[in-house]
């Protein structure tokens, strides 16, 4: 591939990826603020699931479902709310579940942009499961405070016990499915790999969690789990960059398992 090709090429798969990450998280805020609403409707305790606060589709900021949390905490419903806090989260998590499997699997290998486009929804996915944990675990506020307040939980409960579950999904993505990603959809373009490290990894670390909470300078709990964001950031630019002589024979190693079973 000449250098033109090479340049072609990456303008164009960043211009996807952007249009991408901004379709599927129109749709994954969109579906996450009706659910927690849906679900506050069948328990009772909405008048119709269709009153969600509606913010930017871009950015994704201003969005609200619309549920009077402090109403039931009031009336001593605190299981109510935690339910309807946490049903979103279930299904960013199934989501992200199936996608990781479908992208191991082998089903979708020789389809480029189905791997991308099931490799991105993973994405747009886990970054709603990392921004709440651990970037939120002691958030006084939003699903995971919910969670905490309903249940009457310590922070530290879920945070101890969801953030490994969370650094294990980020281990196959970033372990497994990276390098078969390079594979697949970069082929021969070394910038095209480094577009999938960079928009993936500020898409998931930074985009909407970090780069809000970790600016409000507050030395508290809240603010240091802001801080994994940045730090996941880099560790993931350092360690899973295509130079590396792991991913290197990650892919080789997928290559050849391709060849074979084709």
Request: aromatic share 14%; glycine share 8%; hydrophobic share 55%.
């Amino acid at each position: 591939m000449n250098c033109r090709q090479e340049i072609r090429s990456a303008v164009v798969y960043a211009l996807a990826v952007i249009a991408t990450c901004i379709i599927l998280g129109a749709i994954s805020v969109v579906i996450h603020e009706h659910i927690h609403s849906t679900t506050a409707y069948l328990m009772g305790h909405m008048q119709s699931p269709w009153g969600i606060e509606w913010g930017d589709l871009i950015t994704l900021d201003g969005w609200d479902e619309g549920v009077s949390y402090s109403a039931m905490f009031s009336a001593g419903q605190g299981v109510d709310a935690a339910i309807i806090a946490v049903s979103p989260l279930i299904m960013h998590t199934v989501i992200v579940i199936a996608g990781l499997y479908l992208l191991l699997s082998g089903a979708i290998f020789r389809n480029k942009w189905l791997f991308h486009l099931t490799f991105w929804l993973v994405i747009v996915n886990m970054m709603a499961l990392v921004a709440y944990m651990p970037e939120r675990a002691f958030s006084l506020h939003g699903d995971i405070g919910n969670i905490n307040h309903g249940l009457s939980l310590t922070p530290w409960l879920l945070f101890c016990v969801l953030t490994p579950l969370i650094v294990l999904g980020l281990y196959y993505l970033y372990g497994r499915v990276l390098p078969r990603m390079y594979a697949v959809v970069a082929g021969e373009s070394r910038w095209v790999r480094y577009e999938i490290l960079i928009f993936s990894a500020f898409y998931l670390f930074i985009f909407r969690g970090s780069i809000h909470a970790a600016l409000s300078i507050s030395f508290d709990m809240q603010w240091v789990t802001s801080l994994f964001g940045y730090a996941a950031f880099v560790v993931v630019l350092y360690f899973c960059r295509p130079g590396m002589s792991w991913v290197i024979t990650a892919e080789k190693k997928f290559v050849e398992m391709e060849d074979n079973t084709a």
